[in-house]
């Protein structure tokens, strides 16, 4: 793969050869029978979906995190994904859809990315396997605008439960926001804090989340995936949905984001990804993460504002 001359500041991660060998040896490859649990646990599969479904484990996971081709025009380098109709894409997600949900426990959650264009095929291939409970609208704050439409600047995630006996931990993904008009109460203040920072309140998430930043090129978790999802975003549907020392899977997993996160937060992660060199991306971020387990905008047991706090440790 061509190597980007980059700035001397820039910190999207890159391979030499010698790495992208080692990190390739790493992976796991289908072979003629099916995944045993501890083949997969903690890895990272390289195959093409389609090839992995009939060989998962199943009802083994605990999160199921999905984040397909959106119904767009887009280069995977060199992979390309063209836009269908409705119905088309609908098929092609049904196509993969309800084998994955296969192996998920029946305790198990599961989150579908998609952008509006996506959003009702997504909710039709839910619908009538899946407890439907919300959808997720997150904004996105770069990206490009548009003479004669509004700018696209969100994008959804469709959360669901294989039953109405599902784990959910709202402590753990609590936002420190920042208190405009504080109350006290007896000269003391009331549900807020105040720190050498400011004055904070823990507030309950909702689903819309303006507090997270698409990663760039200044961010230690950047790589060159087109559709690259932020380590904060993804924290939150683990952090929610995922006992510790549970287990998700990513069958779209690209550079590695959802096992980076699982790892850093202390739970298994299976990842499925048909392009070699995005896999050894996610080896790489795995083995970094090791040493450095931040999680930028997640601190202190909370999530923060957008561009509200630096580094520290994750965990």
Known sequence: MTEKTRAPRNR?????????????????????????????????????????????????????????????????HGMRFSAQGDDEYLAYVLS?????????????????????????SLY??????????????????????????????????????????????????????????????G????????TDEGRFRLTHPGNFWDDVSVPYWSMPENTDHPTQKPEKLIAKLVLASCPP???????FLGSGTTSVVAKKLCRHFVGVERNAEYCAWAEKRLALAESDPVIQGYEDGVFWER?????????
């Open 124 to 185: 039709r291939a839910m619908e009538g396997r899946l407890v439907v409970r919300n959808r997720i609208t997150w904004q996105r704050e770069k990206g490009r605008g548009a003479k004669a439409n509004w700018k696209n600047s969100t994008e959804d995630i469709w959360f669901g439960t294989m039953g109405n006996d599902y784990w959910f931990d709202v402590d753990a993904v609590k936002v420190r926001r920042r208190v405009i008009a504080p109350y006290r109460e």
């Open 307 to 315: 561009n509200a706090r630096g580094r520290k440790r994750a965990r």
């Open 245 to 251: 020392g549970g287990v998700v899977l990513d069958p």
């Open 12 to 76: 999207t991660l890159t391979l030499s050869d010698e790495e992208r060998a080692r990190y390739g040896s790493r992976l796991v490859v289908p072979g003629d029978g099916p995944f045993s649990l501890d083949g997969i646990l903690d890895r990272t599969v390289n195959a093409d979906l389609f090839e992995a479904l009939g060989k998962l484990p199943p009802a083994f996971a605990d999160l199921l995190v999905i984040d397909p081709p959106y119904n767009l025009d887009k280069d995977f």
């Open 96 to 120: 993969w859809f309800p084998r994955l949900l296969e192996a998920v426990k029946p305790t198990g959650s599961v989150y579908l990315c998609g952008d509006w264009r996506s959003a009702l």
């Open 187 to 194: 000269g003391k203040p009331k549900d807020w804090e105040e």
